[in-house]
């Protein structure tokens, strides 16, 4: 973790594995000299982070937020979309079916090469956050899926039909509340629109009961038709809404937010 901050604003990023870290922006007044002593320390943290050789930087404003949005702009992040957050209670009983037909991998070293080659071709034309593709390798990427909440093996499944890779789901402990993650949740092109994401939902909504967790929890791309469907088939329902920001500091050069 490192910080800027000056009398009236700060700016903190929290590295995370995988080359990403998130920004946590933070000001006591929102008038024109906080939004200068702002802007300079996020400028200041995006240097830094480009320093450090980070490749994903995150910020979650609400949405609306014109006084951060502004500073985000000219610090060098750009605006992707609403970021969604969605949980079901897992005390809710469905009566939904999913196709059966699924080879079930749990996560291994042994498999981790197979887990993230069928990562990189879920990402394949995704609707989820699509800018975000190539900014990292699906090594980092999974990298950085571990290190939400409590990583746990046993969450973390690949879905075959006949030996060909058709999903992925990536689970994680977040609190000892009793909250599960859906931290990802992929389907390989061939299998889209075959089940095979309803079966990937249907095992995570079983785990989570299995293991007595009260809900779980997500976030999904405004955007992401598709996902909304498949989420609120299995009733899950919004809480909360925030800005996806994003700044990739190894390609941003300091001259383009030196007027701060």
């Known amino acids: 973790m490192f910080s800027k901050w000056g009398i009236e604003a700060s700016a903190i990023a929290i590295l995370m594995p995988g080359n990403q870290a998130i920004l946590l922006i933070g000001s006591k007044k929102l008038d024109d000299v906080c939004h200068e002593g702002l802007g300079a320390a996020v400028a200041a943290v995006v ?3 480009g320093g450090q050789g980070i490749k994903l930087l995150e910020a979650l404003p609400e949405p609306g ?30 009566t939904l079916s999913a196709r059966s037909d699924l080879e079930w991998t749990e996560y291994s070293d042994r498999c981790r090469e197979a ?9 394949s034309q995704s609707l989820d956050f699509p800018e975000l593709n190539g900014i990292r390798s699906s090594e980092e990427a999974l990298q950085g899926y571990a290190a939400v909440g409590r990583h746990e093996p046993g969450l973390w499944w690949l879905a075959s039909v006949a030996k ?9 402990e977040i609190d000892e509340c009793g909250t599960i993650e859906l931290v990802y949740c992929g389907v390989t092109q061939p299998f ?3 089940g095979v994401a309803d079966a990937l939902v249907r095992r995570a909504v079983h785990q989570t009961g299995q293991i007595g967790a009260r809900t779980m929890a997500l976030g999904v791309d405004e955007r992401n038709a598709p ?3 498949l989420y609120r088939r299995w009733g899950f329902v919004p809480f909360a809404i925030r800005a996806a920001w994003i700044a990739t500091p190894h390609k941003i050069e300091t001259s383009e937010f030196s007027g701060y």
């Not at 006084?67 to 000219?74: A, G, P, Q």
């Not at 060909?164 to 994680?172: H, K, V």
């Open 115 to 123: 887990f993230l080659q069928t990562l990189e071709r879920t990402l």
């Open 227 to 229: 996902a909304h469907r």
């Open 192 to 194: 889209r629109r075959t």
């Open 47 to 49: 240097n830094e982070a």
């Open 164 to 172: 060909e890779p058709a999903g992925i789901l990536l689970q994680s």
């Open 65 to 94: 937020d014109r006084f951060r949005s502004t500073v985000l702009k000219r610090a060098g992040f750009r605006y992707l979309s609403n970021l969604h957050y969605l949980r079901r209670d897992s005390a809710r009983g469905t």
